[in-house]
């Protein structure tokens, strides 16, 4: 490689325009408080986890039903499983949701999800499977945690259950088993929406609460090159 | 007409009033229509609920009898019809029940029923009252449109039974198809809104039920369903027993078969119920296989327990009922010890759990050797007890062990208690089974004494050593100690040829086993019998001798288990006195192989004597190779075959002969010999030797100058070697050998003049023909010298010519020279180089033309360096380019040069072919070695230069290159 004394001196003028801008650079300025960033990551990490730990419960749990419910084409339509929060929305509603909003609706149908989970612990007859809902409830209540954690950084309250409208897991006598093992399947099929959702949720406010500094410092490194 | 009428129904009232009156004072029987109350329904259950009375009833009891008809869909269509006969209370509300195999919710059914009086203290009745009013019995369900309901819903059954679907329509609802699980299931349509399926001895599915689905066509997005809990049968607990160990608790147990669980809260798993009747209490079971049921009363002997288990399907039940006394299973014994070990004896004792005085137990001892029970006894004990164990084996590892049941009523052996111990080793008790093999080797004895090693149960211990005595019988004084450490089987002496006592006997840590003792005579080892061929079967061989002498202490039979090695592995059998014949057999045999078996007769002196050899194979084989065929005695019209005899013990059967064939062309066979013909005019002659001892065959009458092809092949009794190939030859011409006598010496005579003659070339040479005659060493010079004139030979350097006579006159001033070009370049350029340089440093204006000599100069190749070539000087008085290192380089220039003073090819051409080396430097060879041409570049070419006549002369450049010079004139110089 051929390096002239002129190079030299320009690389060592970048060396220090760089060094001259790194304390602007917020994420190597330590002495300030990091903000929702961190935590924000962190509950995006937690919802892929998730999805893929209720990959292998669903599967498992599907096939404990039998079919038509562990079929890979089996798509029911959505009857007896009104009370679930539901995770579908309009593209429209979804991307005009201010982050309020969009973080009460998560931690709400979380909330609802996690009391549902509950029941079906109850109705699994194995104890490997008991084993499998319990972990994954406990992670699902770490992600109510973590959205809680969030909503706090960024000031917002936490929704306060209504009274009445606790979600409750008792079928009546008169309801059906096939009709329960179906809203075992929507709730299985809503939480992983869910999860799909709130990825999406928490990576559009990861984007939007990542500081500007971060143009700085791409700005640095075009310089570089 | 009209008063007819109105009598009627007056009659009938006064005849029934009369009727009735009449029976009841009589005690005849009457009728009593029974009347329906209520008709409910349990949905779930599929039951319907009838309630009736007997109106009209003036008896306090009275047995009746009733008959119900179901009727479904319409009242023609009677399903069910049942008797029940009960006894009848004055105005008792009656019930009955009954289970419908289609879901309510589907059809409507009817029902209705009829009494009859059926009481002894009444005359039979033959018939029945009237039957009450159909009442209809259905369950209202409203199916909205576009929907399916199936019944019935959650249904719990057990497996095996069989249970019939029902769905009902919707309107807008038609082409439903059903699965269960993932089977279609088809049923009938029983009117259009409602079909029914029926399930026959369904199956366990999986504890969270068997899902029945449909679809109907048009709405496939659909489903519809139910769950079906089949459970599995209730088993009946199997083996159920209880005992006590120690009189407080009741320890009960059992099988309890498979888990009948479903979830969903259909069905928990089957609860076990235990009920003693004596005392009247139940407990419900702590575990599924066991319960531990405590005795509360002490004076309670005799136990009555009932097992029960039970889900929501079914409840079945098992009973024992025994004396507490009778199931008693005794707590394994303690402190089991053992005294007294030694190699033969032990003495074991332990202690029992004892619950009186009276109280005998049955205790069974066990004694184990590598798991296996070589000792059992039963013994009773009362409290504590011992037992002797004899009999036993030296240095051996035992397993005692003892368990104990009650002696008066057995129930159940206890748990075993063990202990291990180890007997302590004894002498060996059994003399060695020695053998021997003698040979002689340098006028001495060489004896391998070989022992087979002593069974665990004769060794009574760890063997350490082997020790032997050889004693000398003629020298009795002389007596030899040696010992063998273990684990040898054998070792190897050597004796001076005398007659010996060899006593050997194994010792292990306790003592000396009895001795085994062997005499040697002076012949052992030499002793000459006549071998006997025997014949072998794949199992072995079976060996017979005739007895000599009628006092044999018995006999021996050895053989070598590899004959064919070094390593011999001697084996021996001893045999009794009376035995003539003996069967050896071992998985060591092979087929194919020699096996030589030694019979000796052991005397009353221990001296074992050779009776017979024999020898056998188990196998014969064909032979598997060929001998190694000599010819001898090679004549033009015969030759001899021989071969080397085969070592016996390297055959793979008795060689019986051999077959020698010969093979030519258009050849006669000898009268003995089998011909065959062969394709392309060969003829093949087979020739059998029945001797296997001839080891030679001579075959005569060839034809000179022929090719024969022969083969020699042993045979025996399973074949004949490999078909190798033929070996080849020639029969020489008939007076080839003479010639060969006369040419041969000849030859050799002329050889030895070409060599004297070449040893002693130069001098002849010298003598006869010398290249230019040397004044100096002429014989004259002796004669000169001896008149002491030195000056009388004029020497050529001090002449000064005078003239320089041009014999030949070339036109123009062309010199031709051949100049070292590329060697390696065939297309050497036809242009001369610009200048030439000269030795004093200028360029020669003298023209150059050039030429190539292909000639391909192999010396010059040869010699591996860049030289001055010595070619013919004739075509090459100027060389340059090639090279010779400098010191052969000297004497080729020299010869050369000499060489060209004297053929000088003056005739043959207008150019004068200078060499190189007359040079005007100097004209002796001297001066030529200080300067000799340095290597330039190589050439396989020899190059010429042709130099005008008028001035040839060369010198070597200053810088080592050779260049060629025109020497203008000699007299400038």
Not at chain 2, 449 to 477: C, H, M, T
Not at chain 2, 749 to 762: E, M, R
Not at chain 2, 812 to 824: A, E, Y
Request: hydrophobic share 35%; glycine share 4%; with cysteine.
């Amino acid at each position: 490689m051929d390096l002239r004394a002129g190079d030299s001196w320009g690389m060592l003028a970048c060396l220090c325009t760089v060094l001259w801008h790194l304390p602007a650079v917020p994420a190597l300025n330590r002495t300030g408080d990091p903000g929702p960033g961190p935590s924000i990551q962190k509950t995006y990490d937690l919802t892929r986890y998730l999805e893929h730990q209720l990959r292998s419960l669903a599967g498992t749990y599907l096939n404990y039903l039998g079919p038509p419910f562990n079929e890979p084409d089996f798509n029911p339509p959505r009857l007896g499983a009104e009370t679930l929060p539901r995770a579908t929305v309009n593209l429209e509603v979804w991307r005009s949701l201010n982050d309020k909003l969009r973080l009460t609706q998560n931690y709400e149908a979380y909330s609802h999800l996690l009391c549902y989970l509950r029941g079906l612990n109850r109705q699994a007859a194995t104890a490997e499977l008991r084993r499998s809902l319990a972990h994954f409830c406990t992670s699902l209540q770490g992600l109510l945690g973590s959205i809680a954690g969030v909503m706090a950084a960024l000031g917002y309250p936490l929704p306060q259950p209504l009274p009445g409208t606790e979600p409750a897991w008792a079928p009546g006598p008169a309801h059906s088993d096939f009709l329960q093992k179906m809203d075992d399947f929507w709730l299985l099929k809503e939480l992983q929406t869910w999860l799909w959702r709130s990825a999406k949720d928490f990576n559009r406010l990861k984007k939007k609460m990542q500081p500007p500094a971060a143009s700085v410092t791409l700005h640095l490194e075009a310089h570089g090159f | 007409m009209a008063f007819s009428v109105a009598l009627h129904p007056a009659f009938l009232l006064v005849v029934l009033s009369l009727k009735t009156s009449r029976s009841e004072v009589l005690g005849e029987p009457f009728q009593l229509t029974p009347e329906i109350l209520t008709v409910s329904t349990e949905s779930k259950l599929q039951q319907v609920n009838l309630q009736w009375t007997v109106p009209n009833l003036t008896h306090q009891e009275l047995k009746m009898a009733f008959q119900i008809e179901i009727s479904r869909i319409n009242t023609s269509n009677i399903v069910w019809v049942e008797n029940y006969s009960t006894t009848v209370k004055w105005n008792q509300l009656l019930h009955w029940n009954w289970k419908s195999e289609i879901p309510l919710e589907c059809v409507t059914h009817f029902i209705r029923i009829r009494a009859m009086v059926d009481d002894a203290k009444y005359l039979p009745q033959n018939s029945w009252s009237n039957w009450s009013s159909w009442k209809e019995v259905s369950v209202q369900v409203s199916v909205a449109p576009n929907t399916l309901l199936i019944f019935p819903d959650n249904k719990l059954l057990e497996e095996g039974s069989n249970v019939t679907i029902c769905l009902l329509y919707g309107q807008y609802l038609y082409n439903v198809s059903c699965m269960l699980q993932k089977e279609p299931i088809h049923g009938e349509q029983l009117d259009s809104h409602v079909s029914l399926i029926k399930l026959n001895n369904v199956v366990f599915h999986s504890v969270s039920g068997t899902n029945i689905h449909c679809k109907a066509m048009n709405a496939t997005k659909m489903i519809f369903g139910t769950v079906l809990f089949v459970s599995k049968v209730l088993e009946e607990p199997k083996n159920f027993s209880c005992e006590t160990q120690d009189f407080k608790t009741l320890k009960c147990s059992w099988e309890p078969g498979v888990d009948t669980a479903l979830v969903w809260s259909q069905q928990d798993s089957q609860s076990y119920t235990l009920y003693e009747s004596f005392s009247g209490r139940r407990e419900l079971c702590d575990h599924r296989n066991s319960h531990n049921w405590q005795i509360t009363d002490d004076s309670q002997e005799t136990y009555n327990f009932t097992l029960t288990t039970e889900n929501n399907l079914r409840k079945r039940s098992v009973n024992l009922i025994f004396n507490l006394t009778h199931r008693v299973h005794q707590k394994a014994p303690h402190d089991v010890t053992l005294e007294n070990i030694d190699a033969r004896k032990a003495n074991m004792t332990w202690k029992v759990l004892s619950r009186g005085n009276n109280y005998i137990l049955l205790c069974q001892i066990e004694l184990q050797h590598e798991r296996e029970v070589i000792h059992e006894h039963n013994v009773s004990v009362h409290m504590s007890a011992s037992y002797l164990f004899s009999d036993l084996e030296p240095d051996t590892k035992y397993k005692a062990r003892v368990r104990c049941a009650d002696a008066n009523h057995f129930w159940k052996w206890s748990d075993w208690a063990q202990k291990e111990f180890c007997t302590p080793e004894a002498a060996p008790s059994q003399a060695l089974d020695v053998w021997r093999q003698v040979r002689s080797e340098n006028g001495s004895y060489v004896v391998t004494l070989f022992w087979k090693p002593l069974l665990k149960s004769q060794a009574n211990g760890k063997i350490v050593s082997y020790n032997i005595v050889v004693e000398n019988q003629d020298r009795l004084s002389e007596s030899e100690h040696y010992s063998v450490p273990a684990p040898a089987l054998g070792t190897q002496l050597s004796l001076d040829p005398c007659s010996y006592k060899i006593h050997i006997t194994a010792n292990n840590s306790v003592g000396v086993s009895p001795e085994s003792v062997m005499v040697l005579s002076n012949d052992s080892g030499h002793e000459e019998v006549h071998e006997k061929r025997i014949k072998g079967t794949k199992d072995g061989f079976h060996i017979s001798w005739e007895p000599t002498s009628g006092d044999a202490l018995g006999y021996v039979v050895d053989w070598c288990v590899h004959s064919r090695d070094q390593h011999c592995d001697l084996q021996w059998k001893n045999l009794g006195p009376n035995t003539t014949s003996t069967n050896i057999t071992s998985g060591a045999f092979k087929p194919g192989v020699r096996y030589n078996f030694r019979i000796f007769e052991k005397s009353m002196q221990q001296k074992a004597q050779l009776l017979e050899k024999q020898t056998g194979y188990t196998q014969e084989l064909a032979p598997l190779e060929n001998p190694e065929v000599t010819i001898n005695n090679f004549t033009s019209n015969s030759f001899i075959l021989s071969w080397p005899s085969y070592d016996s013990d390297f055959q793979s059967a008795f060689i019986e002969g051999y077959h020698v064939y010969l093979k030519s062309k258009e050849m006669q066979c000898h009268p003995k010999g089998k011909r065959m013909t062969l394709p392309d005019y060969w003829v093949l002659c087979e020739y059998e030797i029945k001797d296997p001892e001839q080891k030679a065959f001579t075959v005569e009458n060839l034809r000179p100058e022929s090719h024969y092809e022969f083969l020699v092949t042993p045979y025996t009794s399973a074949g004949q070697g490999p078909n190798e190939t033929f070996t080849k030859v020639m029969t020489p011409d008939e007076n080839s050998n003479m010639l060969l006598k006369i040419i041969l010496p000849m030859t050799l005579c002329v050889l030895l003049i070409i060599i004297a003659c070449y040893w002693k070339s130069q001098w002849v040479k010298e003598k006869c023909y010398p290249d230019i005659p040397n004044p100096y060493k002429s014989s004259i010079l002796s004669l000169i010298k001896s008149k002491k004139n030195a000056h009388l030979i004029m020497n050529v350097k001090d002449c000064i010519p005078d003239v320089l006579e041009v014999i030949n006159k070339v036109e123009g001033p062309k010199t031709q020279c051949i100049v070292s070009g590329n060697p390696h370049n065939e297309d050497v350029s036809m242009k001369p180089p610009s200048s030439v340089p000269t030795e004093d440093g200028s360029s020669g204006s003298v023209p150059f033309f050039f030429f190539e000599n292909f000639t391909y100069d192999q010396s010059a190749f040869d010699s591996g360096s860049h030289g001055l070539i010595p070619g013919p000087l004739k075509d090459t008085p100027c060389q340059l380019g090639l090279l010779t290192p400098p010191e052969k380089l000297l004497n080729v220039l020299e010869k050369d040069y000499m060489k060209s003073l004297a053929e000088s090819p003056t005739e043959e051409t207008s150019l004068i072919y200078v060499s190189q080396l007359a040079s005007p430097m100097g004209g002796d060879k001297d001066s030529l070695a200080t300067n000799p041409p340095m290597p330039g570049h190589c050439s396989e070419y020899k190059m010429q230069m042709a130099v005008p006549g008028r001035l040839p002369s060369l010198a070597l450049s200053e810088n080592n290159s050779l260049t060629s010079e025109i020497l203008l004139g000699q007299g400038e110089q």
